[in-house]
Each structure stands twice: as structure tokens, then as C-alpha cells.
């Protein structure tokens, strides 16, 4: 009722769904271009504005206004869907590991992990910490990563679980580990939204290598950290993009 029955305010929404919040003047334009007569644009730009922070279509989103689709408002809402429904199902084996799990909320962060104290569990760990968590909360999802699985039943069979049917998989192709090359295959098999992401250094393979990547320089302390925030936001804007045009 707040955008959807008022016709300048649908017309602008349909615009700028899933983008950034141009200037008002922007909007202005698009408003007159739109052929609507609204006696006072501004007004009508300010009511509209406010009203998509007063439902959450309004977000920022590395750093920028985004307008959100309304399905995505509706399931970070915990609004049902026939997916969720599915999710919660037993499994054909007998048992229920992902009965309790939101999917749609989740993403799945794959990596190098390596036993503890190894430079792999180290460089996961801070990955996890100091990019991924800060940035999936741009986007409004739980990180996952394997050694945090709790389900009962083969450690295999749930990796590949959320591999299938998280949200948003973060690949970490740092070291090239063969494994996480694997899951990362089986998510692009399944046509998912996947974010690659490698430390400076690391030469990927040509085919892999065509697909962006967020890259990040740890090799020194003294530029990793007042880049922090640029790779958090690098993250969080491909990750919201990937998961907005590959809706399953």
C-alpha cells in the first residue's frame, strides 16, 4: 500500500528495484520522463523515499541506499515459502540434518581449513573474521563454514548440502585447495550465486580465472589493514548483486 497503490511511487520502485538510490535529481527526472503530473516533485520524492525506509526496501549497502525487491524483504522478514517448506522435510536417508536451517538466509563460506593452528585454519579464520562475517551482515546472512556444522549424519553429505542450498557461496581459492575447487564445481553445476574471492599471489587456473574475483593483499600488514573496509565492501556489493540476479 505504500508504493504498489500509489502510481508515481510503483512507477519509481519498478525503476530502481535492486540498484542503488540515484541523486533526487535524478529521481526528478525519471519522475517527469515517467509522464505522471505530481504538483511538487520534491514532496513526492521525499514521501517516497520515506516510506521505503518505513517498510525496509531502503538499505545501505556498501556504503549506498539500495532498494531492495520485495522478495528479498519478505524472506530476510522469515516470511514461508515453498523452499523453506522443502528445507524442513526429511531426508530420504532417514534423518533431518538441515531440518533446523534457513537456507535462504545462510551463506555457505568455503575454504582452505586445515587443522588448527595450521597457516590454512589461520588464514580462514581471518578471512571469516575480518571480511566475511562483516560483510554478509551488509547483506543479511549467516556464515557457515564446514567445521562449524553441527548435523548429526557423514560431514560429507552436509557440506554438500549447504553447497546445494545455501543462499550465497563465498569460495575462498586461496592456497588452490583442491577441495574447495570441488564444492565450488558443484555450486556453479547447480547454476547458484557464487562469490569468488583469492589472496594476492595465488595464480588461478585460466578457466576459474575469467570469473571476477575479489582480491585481497595480506601480505603485509600495513596495507591489509587500512584496506579492510574496501575488501568488506568489494564483498558485500558482489555478493547482494549475485544473490538479487540468481534468485532460485
Known sequence: MAIGNIPPF???YDTYAGKRLPAHEVIRDALVESGFEVADPKECIDIFVVNLKDIGLLRTIAGAETVIP???AMDEAGAPTSQEEKERAPHPDGHAPTSAI???KTCFYISPIGEEGSDARKHSDFFLESLIVPAMKEVGLTVVRADHIADPGMITTSILDHVRRARLVIAD???LNPNVFYEMAIRHACKLPIVQIIRKGDRLPFDVGQVKSVVVDDTDIYTLVPKIETYRSEIATLSW???KWKRR
Open 173 to 175: 581459492l586461496s592456497m
Open 241 to 243: 548483486f549475485s544473490v
Open 102 to 104: 534457513q537456507f535462504n
Open 10 to 12: 510503483k512507477k519509481l
Open 70 to 72: 520485495i522478495n528479498q
